[in-house]
């Protein structure tokens, strides 16, 4: 009887958990990346420039440092994009597609990432630094931030300029 009693309540738990299993599917996220805005030439000439530039690490808020996209729900806050997210760390992305952007702007010069893996001494640096980025309640995406260029030696900047997007609704 014991044995049967054990054997029925093991069935039942069975059953339960099967119940407590949902069928549906939950959305699967959607990844995303950066790409340059700018547009090689359509005749790339493949010439080492002798001149490097080095590109330091994009500096991002907290806030941004997560592979879920972050959105705006007012001034002060923000909402995590569970399903939208980045393939790549933001801080990453931003760096990369900074060095490819000034690589085709300026293809006078050499871009290299920092830490710099060459003999050759780099003539000044690049530092990007954004301040706020995402899609705001507007429905627009704003970029707010500044670069700096600096002396290979030193952390005084040569030239320090804001950076201000906002896309169109």
């Not at 972050?70 to 909402?79: A, G, L, Q």
Request: hydrophobic share 45%.
């Amino acid at each position: 009887m014991r044995r049967r009693f054990m054997h029925v309540l093991a069935v039942s738990c069975l059953l339960l958990s099967w119940g407590c299993v949902s069928i549906k599917h939950s959305p699967s996220a959607r990844l995303f990346v950066l790409r340059a805005a700018a547009e090689p030439p359509v005749t790339e000439r493949a010439i080492a420039s002798p001149v490097l530039v080095g590109v330091m690490p994009a500096a991002l808020p907290d806030h941004l440092v997560r592979s879920q996209m972050v959105t705006w729900s007012s001034d002060n806050e923000v909402h995590l994009e569970e399903y939208a997210r980045w393939a790549e760390p933001l801080d990453v992305g931003v760096t990369r597609v900074v060095r490819e952007n000034l690589g085709i702007l300026l293809s006078a010069y050499r871009f290299v990432d920092y830490p710099w893996r060459t003999e050759a001494p780099v003539r000044c640096r690049v530092q990007v630094e954004v301040r706020l980025f995402g899609l705001q309640p507007d429905g627009t995406v704003r970029l707010d931030g500044r670069w700096a260029l600096l002396a290979p030696g030193s952390d005084e900047p040569l030239e320090v300029q804001p950076v201000a997007f906002q896309s169109d609704e």
